[in-house]
């Protein structure tokens, strides 16, 4: 039997997760996740 260290663990679950973000994007090309800041509101 297979034991995962928690550092496995951990890469493969920051692996999945940037795998579903690449995925997502390059299905629907919109960031699901904004690191960049929106564009302003703008000011009335």
Do not use: D, M, Q
């Amino acid at each position: 039997r297979l034991t995962w260290s928690p550092r496995v663990k951990v890469a493969l679950l920051a692996l999945a997760f940037i795998a579903a973000i690449v995925t997502w994007v390059a299905l629907y090309g919109v960031n699901p996740i904004h690191v960049t800041a929106p564009p302003a509101p703008a000011e009335p």
